[in-house]
């Protein structure tokens, strides 16, 4: 089967830095996806990475390692705004493999 | 600028009554389009997916069906509705093959319908 992993909740303080692990086992890898979605909203897409290492966009980035079938997605300078639900997703076959999700709570 | 539209917001259906949801794209020539359901707290759970006018693949058993009469438009629909069909229904499109750079990995979402059976 395919799924992917990821922990359901992770806890950090405004201003931190913090890591959402997710571990994958799919067909036909192509490349994991992290979005973004605030409670009561549709995701948003933050970042792609089809090779190995690490991808930055401001203050996230996001790392892949093929070989150990891993992925991160790394928030740094952690504002509340960020407290959200974020999927890690892996495409394959015109289409998303998506995981349970992980809820970012900030504390102040 | 691409958009995408989906309504309604939110609906209130009595089991056993029919469902059409309607999501259209601008902007955009030949996209994919999906449809996903999520429960509460949950992750997304793809219902269908359309690389094409007609072109329709489901990927889980159910009572619902899927069309898509024109190029960026996609529909969902029931005949009749289940207490388990209930849940945040989110449609998405993203880059077809067509466009010459295959990108499913990018799929951008409609603001979503919240539907509760009763």
């Known amino acids: 089967g395919q799924s992917l992993e990821q922990p359901s909740e992770v806890t950090a303080v405004e201003g931190a830095i913090v890591q959402i692990n997710c571990t994958y086992q799919t067909s036909g890898f192509y490349g994991l996806s992290w979005y973004q979605q605030h409670d009561g909203g549709a995701p948003t897409f933050l970042s792609y990475n089809a090779l190995d290492g690490l991808e930055e966009t401001g203050r996230f980035s996001s790392f892949l390692s093929r070989s150990d079938s891993y992925g991160y997605l790394l928030l740094q300078e952690l504002q509340m705004k960020d407290s959200a639900s974020y999927f890690c997703?892996?495409?394959?076959?015109?289409?998303?493999?998506w995981g349970a999700g992980t809820k970012l709570i900030i504390k102040p | 600028s691409q958009t995408i539209h989906q309504w309604p917001a939110t609906l209130v259906q009595p089991v056993g009554s029919p469902l059409s949801l309607e999501c259209t794209v601008e902007g955009t020539s030949n996209p994919n389009l999906y449809w996903y359901r999520q429960a509460a707290g949950r992750g997304l759970q793809l219902l269908f997916y359309s690389v094409g006018i007609g072109q329709i693949s489901s990927e889980v058993p159910q009572n619902l069906s899927a069309s898509r009469p024109q190029d960026r438009q996609f529909i969902l629909s029931s005949k009749k509705l289940l207490l388990s069909d209930s849940g945040f229904y989110l449609c998405?499109?993203?880059?077809?093959?067509?466009?010459?750079?295959?990108?499913?990995?990018?799929?951008?979402f409609g603001p979503g319908t919240r539907l509760t059976v009763l």
């Open positions: 998405a499109w993203s880059v077809s093959q067509l466009a010459g750079v295959s990108s499913y990995n990018e799929q951008f």
């Open positions: 997703a892996s495409d394959s076959n015109y289409q998303l493999i």
